[in-house]
């Protein structure tokens, strides 16, 4: 009865790979939703967890997964999310000590790989936050703004123009929900597959207003079946933000190098990570 030694599980390089395992078979089997994959749903929540940050203040960020609550998962630009937080649930549960906040940083670096993107180096150390922590509304950014919101809200996390283009790239991936967001459709046409489409679609296709009751979105004129975003058509009307949407659409290699780089950073920001925190590079499943 005396106060004994807790025996605390430190967990190994090892042991990061088997929860990325377990994600990329969970992704593999739950092939039922949307195109096929919950990835493109669980990049956006690595992203939405992350790009509340301010460097400023040093507040919001991936460390501590405040989304769980209900003023942050509230939050309009969060619809949906909940179905990504939901699909890594049984995860949480089979590997009980990885942190919500890792894990979800973890899932976003799976999907991504899993998807044939770039590697993305992982450095474990989130800790999960109290609800206190949850951030004000307003930091993620609003779609039907232009080159100037871009700025304020990409700035504001530390980045600059030629990382808002390349972090932009991930529209590649996935669509816009009616019941989410209220706009509707994918960017491209294999939005389970991370390419450089999304640059060369701007560049290629000729985009026109939507003719619906919608909020306000473009769609191409030849097949009517794809969309941007008005934030989407500021990279290609902002010229110091348009010489990269041209480098990126001519050069695949150089959009995956500068996108797994640019994603690192923002799925890092204002984590306090242990000066002894080793990255870990995990082996994608599919290769
Ligand atoms: Fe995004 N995004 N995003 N986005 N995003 C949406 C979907 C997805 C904006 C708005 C929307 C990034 C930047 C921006 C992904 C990744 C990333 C939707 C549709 C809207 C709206 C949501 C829905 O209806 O379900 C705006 C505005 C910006 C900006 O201003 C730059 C970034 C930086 C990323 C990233 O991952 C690095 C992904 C993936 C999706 C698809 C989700 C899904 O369910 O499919």
Known sequence: GSAGVTKVFTPT????????????????????????SYGPVLVRLAWHASGTYDKETG????????MRFAPEGGHGANAGLVSARDFLEPVKAKYPWISYSDLWILAGVCAIQEMQGPIISFRPGRADKDIAACTPDGRLPDASQGNKHLRDIFYRMGFNDQEIVALSGAHALGRCHTTRSGFEGPW?????????????????????WKKWNGPKQLEDKKTKSLMMLPTDMALV?????????????????????DFSAVVTKLFELGVPFAETTEKIIF?????
């Open 13 to 36: 390089q090892e042991d990061y790979q088997k929860v990325y395992n377990e994600i990329a078979a969970r992704l593999e089997e739950k092939d039922d939703y949307d195109d096929g």
């Open 188 to 208: 491209t046409f294999s939005p389970t597959v991370v390419t450089n489409e999304y640059y060369k679609l701007l560049l290629s296709e000729t985009w026109q």
């Open 59 to 66: 507040t919001g960020g991936s460390n501590g997964a405040t």
């Open 283 to 287: 082996k994608p499943t599919n290769v």
């Open 237 to 257: 009307s902002d010229k110091s933000f348009k010489q990269y949407v041209d480098k990126y659409a001519k050069d695949e290699e150089l959009f995956f190098k």
